[in-house]
C-alpha cells in the first residue's frame, strides 16, 4: 500500500516545473540529477554536509517546494541506471552542462578531489552524454550560474 501512494506522490510531482535563470528543469529531471550527485557525493566513502549543502542551495536556486524535495530524494533513490541514463540523455545541452558543472562543484566542494570521484566524473561524462570539461571549467560554470 505504501509504494502505491508513494507512486502517486512521484506521479503528482513530476508535473512541476523548476527554473532558475534560463534552465528550467521537470522534477524528474530533477531526481535523475539528484541521483548522480548522490552518488558522487557517496563515491569517495565519506558524506560530508558541504556535499549536500550544494544541493539544498540548487533545490532553493530553482525554488523547489519544501515538501517535494523528499519526493525528489525518494524517487532518486527507485531510479536505476537506464532511467537516469535515458532521462539525462534527453535533455539539451546546457541541462547536460549544468549537471557535469554541479558534479564538478560536489567533488571539489569538501577540499579533497579523491580519484574514485574523477573515475566516476569521467564515466557519468561517458555514460550520459555530458559535456567533457575540467573541474576548474565546472567550478567557473557552476558560480557564473550562482553569482
Same mark, same amino acid.
Given at each position: 500500500?505504501?509504494?502505491?501512494?508513494?507512486?502517486?506522490v512521484i506521479a503528482i510531482v513530476f508535473y512541476f516545473i523548476?527554473?532558475?535563470?534560463n534552465l528550467k528543469f521537470t522534477a524528474l529531471e530533477f531526481?535523475?540529477?539528484?541521483? /548522480?550527485? !548522490?552518488?558522487?557525493?557517496?563515491?569517495?566513502?565519506? +558524506?560530508?554536509?558541504?556535499?549536500?549543502?550544494? *544541493?539544498?542551495?540548487?533545490?532553493?536556486?530553482?525554488?523547489? %517546494?519544501?515538501?517535494?524535495? #523528499?519526493?525528489?530524494?525518494? @524517487? @532518486?533513490?527507485?531510479?536505476? @541506471?537506464?532511467e537516469v541514463k535515458g532521462i539525462v540523455k534527453q535533455m539539451?545541452?546546457?541541462?547536460?552542462?549544468?549537471?557535469?558543472?554541479? /558534479? =564538478? !562543484?560536489?567533488?571539489?566542494? #569538501?577540499?579533497?578531489? #579523491? #580519484?574514485?570521484? *574523477? =573515475?566516476?566524473?569521467? +564515466?557519468?561524462?561517458?555514460?550520459?552524454? /555530458? %559535456?567533457?570539461?575540467?573541474?576548474?571549467?565546472?567550478? =567557473?560554470?557552476?558560480?557564473?550560474?550562482?553569482?
Open positions: 500500500m505504501i509504494w502505491i501512494v508513494i507512486i502517486v523548476f527554473r532558475s535563470g531526481s535523475a540529477i539528484t541521483k /548522480l550527485a !548522490t552518488l558522487m557525493i557517496a563515491s569517495d566513502g565519506v +558524506t560530508k554536509d558541504e556535499e549536500f549543502k550544494i *544541493l539544498f542551495i540548487e533545490f532553493k536556486a530553482f525554488d523547489v %517546494p519544501q515538501n517535494h524535495i #523528499d519526493t525528489i530524494f525518494s @524517487a @532518486a533513490k527507485l531510479m536505476n @541506471a537506464n539539451s545541452y546546457n541541462k547536460k552542462k549544468y549537471i557535469c558543472s554541479l /558534479l =564538478a !562543484t560536489i567533488i571539489v566542494i #569538501d577540499g579533497d578531489v #579523491d #580519484d574514485n570521484e *574523477l =573515475a566516476l566524473w569521467r +564515466t557519468m561524462t561517458q555514460e550520459y552524454d /555530458l %559535456p567533457k570539461m575540467t573541474l576548474k571549467e565546472g567550478l =567557473a560554470h557552476y558560480k557564473s550560474m550562482r553569482s
